[in-house]
């Protein structure tokens, strides 16, 4: 594995609410495709797709879609005569995900924008979906209702999100663990319980058939990766000493070839009247 572009500062987690104000160029780029890079990842992300209903002919649009690799497989699935919109709050991610286009994903297109004020008509896409991006949004019921809004009657809506509180790792002392944890979470997404709210926003949303059509669990068993994607080191920082133990233990544990952890996601789907 190469070496990762630096992490946003000593302390801190990015904000993915704000990419451009919060870390070096290349962190989030770096970031995003190593999680793509895992099995599961990839896994649930072609059950979205198949659950949005993406075939010939579609017309989707994917919020928050990163370094837009999402919104290229779908591209590769609408072909000419459908189309495919990657919106990201992020300039530099939507720059990125424009170096990425192909022959084969030309029914792609990428803008930048913000999913509370979303600059579509009405009704113009037969699906919206949005990976990972709701625990970082303020207002997720005005989100909810523009990705509504902009899709068809009979239309699909699909959100992902994992739930932080189901973050779990074998470490020393379950008071402790949760502690670190779980403020964690709390203080680097704006909503680590986006998982388990999917539904209730859904079904206020007056969606139809609305479902929770995937769960599925993220295992890791190293400590490097884990500490990548969830900042196990400034979680434990933020405890001013009081967790050096732990992360002592988890990196022995890692060297014995004994660290576990796991994370839930949900997929929740429903259909626009
Ligand atoms: C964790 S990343 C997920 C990216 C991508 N969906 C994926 O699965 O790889 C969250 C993304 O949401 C974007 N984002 C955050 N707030 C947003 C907003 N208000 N409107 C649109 N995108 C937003 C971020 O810029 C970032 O690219």
């Known amino acids: ?23 070096a160029p290349g962190y989030f780029v770096d970031y995003l495709d190593r999680v793509t890079a ?13 659950l949005l209903g993406v075939g010939p002919g579609s017309r989707i649009l994917d919020i928050g879609c990163g370094t837009g690799d999402d919104a290229l497989a ?11 919109v990657g919106l990201d709050h992020s300039q530099s991610l939507i720059d990125e995900a424009r170096t ?40 997720r019921e005005r989100a909810l209702a523009e990705m509504i809004r902009v899709t068809r009657p009979g239309g699909r ?39 388990r709210e999917l539904y209730r926003l859904f079904r ?12 599925s669990t993220l295992v890791l068993t190293d400590f490097a990766t884990a500490n990548q994607f969830y900042g196990l080191e400034a979680a434990a920082r933020a405890l001013n000493g009081e967790a050096d133990g732990w992360l002592d ?21 429903g259909h626009k009247r």
């Open 157 to 195: 809506v699909l959100v992902r999100e994992p739930d932080w509180d189901t973050l779990i790792i074998d470490g020393p002392g379950r008071d402790l663990t949760r502690r670190v944890i779980q403020g964690h979470f709390d203080r680097v997404v704006l909503n680590g319980w986006a998982g």
């Open 204 to 215: 206020r949303a007056g969606l139809e058939r609305v479902e929770i059509a995937d769960t």
């Open 74 to 84: 779908m591209a590769a699935m609408v072909g000419d005569g459908g189309r495919v």
């Open 249 to 269: 233990h988890l990196r022995q544990a890692d060297a014995d070839g004994l660290f576990f952890s796991a994370v839930t996601g949900f997929t929740a789907v």
């Open 100 to 139: 990425r286009v192909t022959a084969e994903t030309a029914a792609v297109e990428f803008t930048a924008g913000d999913v509370h004020r979303l600059d579509f008509p009405d009704g113009g896409f037969d699906g919206c979906r949005a990976d990972r991006v709701f625990m970082h949004l303020r207002d």
């Open 38 to 50: 895992q099995s599961e990842m990839r896994r649930y992300k072609q059950r979205t797709y198949r």
């Open 1 to 23: 594995m190469t070496a990762s572009p630096a992490h946003p500062a000593e302390n801190q987690s990015p904000d993915w609410s704000d990419i451009e104000g919060s870390a």
